[in-house]
């Protein structure tokens, strides 16, 4: 039986950085209408004209991977936006990445232009393998592709970045997952101390074969946008209603065979990458509206506050 393994092992060709493709998925300005309608949020990281160009080097130098498509939900109503995808046209030029653009605006919820984005950026990909990133994230350290060939070897398609080692302490049992909003469930892994089995799927960094990572996002319910909640957001909530709908109806055997997703722990540090993104909101006040004017005296009832409190602090 170990023979016949290591046979198996053997056919299947190790990952080299050189054949994988990054997909990098960019917006400078998002609407969330299901959590505030009043509010559009501007990227703070984009504020910093040169955060794309070290995102990439960020990643060339944590991976030795080279070849780059940035997918970009374009709002092309949106000053903010339209400076984005003009410095990206100038990094274009620089970089030699591919630049995806899909057409949105700020009235369309972010829900659906984003994840339109994902798919886009997906049905670009060459490679067998890719690596998606979205724009705001960063290394810690250099990615360990023995270790990635090793889940691979052992049957991974996804393996995602650990962003917060200390959350895999304690198990979440299925029971916990239906009474909270605690969606992760994890499983000891047969690899190594390296690797935790999951349930979930997130938009955080993953390595994938693309022709699973294209399954688990097909086989979902799109018909609803409004996704930010339980399931989580984007192209996130589809996909983890219908694994939990699939985790109910399988036996644990049959779930883990359908979805080999792990996530990649390193035991030095607590988060092989980062997320310093973070958006700003904007109020858009329509003075006509009642409710617009509460909110107005929200915004100054804030403002004020913050000063006060700095007062304080002095």
């Known amino acids: 039986m170990s023979l016949l393994m290591n046979e198996n092992k053997s056919k299947i060709a190790l990952l080299d950085p050189k054949s994988v493709e990054v997909l990098i998925i960019t917006s400078a300005s998002k609407k969330i209408p299901e959590i505030d309608p009043?509010?559009?949020?501007?990227?703070?990281?984009?504020?910093?004209?040169?955060?794309?160009?070290?995102?990439?080097?960020?990643?060339?130098?944590?991976?030795?991977?080279?070849?780059?498509?940035?997918?970009?939900?374009?709002k092309i109503d949106c000053n903010f936006s339209l400076n984005?995808?003009?410095?990206?046209?100038?990094?274009?030029?620089?970089?030699?990445?591919?630049?995806?653009?899909?057409?949105?605006?700020?009235?369309?919820?972010?829900?659906?232009?984003?994840?339109?984005?994902?798919?886009?950026?997906?049905?670009?990909?060459?490679?067998?393998?890719?690596?998606?990133?979205?724009?705001?994230?960063?290394?810690?350290?250099?990615?360990?592709?023995?270790?990635?060939?090793?889940?691979?070897?052992?049957?991974?398609?996804?393996?995602?970045?650990?962003?917060s080692y200390g959350y895999y302490s304690?198990?979440?049992?299925?029971?916990?997952?239906?009474?909270?909003?605690?969606?992760?469930?994890?499983?000891?892994s047969k690899i190594s101390k390296n690797f935790i089995n999951t349930n979930h799927y997130s938009n955080t960094p993953f390595i994938s074969e693309l022709q699973f990572c294209k399954t688990l996002w097909e086989e979902v319910n799109f018909e609803y946008t409004d996704w930010n909640g339980h399931f989580g957001g984007f192209i996130?909530?589809?996909?983890?209603?219908?694994?939990?709908t699939n985790e109910l109806n399988l036996s644990t055997d049959q779930f883990l065979k359908k979805y080999p997703i792990y996530s990649y722990v390193d035991n030095e540090i607590d988060n092989l990458v980062y997320h310093r993104g973070t958006y700003e909101p904007i109020y858009l006040l329509n003075f006509?509206?009642?409710?617009?004017?509460?909110?107005?005296?929200?915004?100054?009832?804030?403002?004020?506050?913050?000063?006060?409190?700095?007062?304080?602090?002095?």
Request: proline share 1%.
């Open 38 to 74: 009043n509010i559009k949020a501007l990227s703070e990281a984009v504020k910093n004209i040169n955060f794309i160009e070290e995102t990439i080097e960020n990643i060339c130098s944590n991976t030795s991977i080279k070849k780059f498509i940035i997918a970009h939900d374009l």
């Open 288 to 314: 006509s509206n009642f409710f617009n004017i509460i909110l107005l005296l929200k915004v100054f009832k804030k403002f004020f506050k913050s000063k006060i409190l700095k007062l304080v602090v002095k």
């Open 170 to 188: 304690n198990k979440i049992n299925l029971e916990t997952i239906l009474k909270s909003k605690k969606m992760e469930r994890i499983f000891n």
């Open 236 to 244: 996130e909530g589809p996909v983890n209603q219908a694994m939990l």
């Open 84 to 163: 984005h995808h003009k410095n990206l046209l100038r990094l274009k030029k620089k970089y030699n990445f591919k630049l995806i653009t899909s057409a949105s605006s700020s009235e369309m919820p972010s829900q659906l232009s984003a994840s339109i984005t994902f798919k886009l950026g997906l049905k670009n990909i060459s490679s067998k393998w890719f690596l998606l990133w979205e724009h705001d994230f960063m290394f810690h350290k250099k990615l360990d592709w023995q270790l990635v060939n090793e889940c691979i070897e052992n049957g991974g398609k996804m393996i995602r970045l650990n962003k």
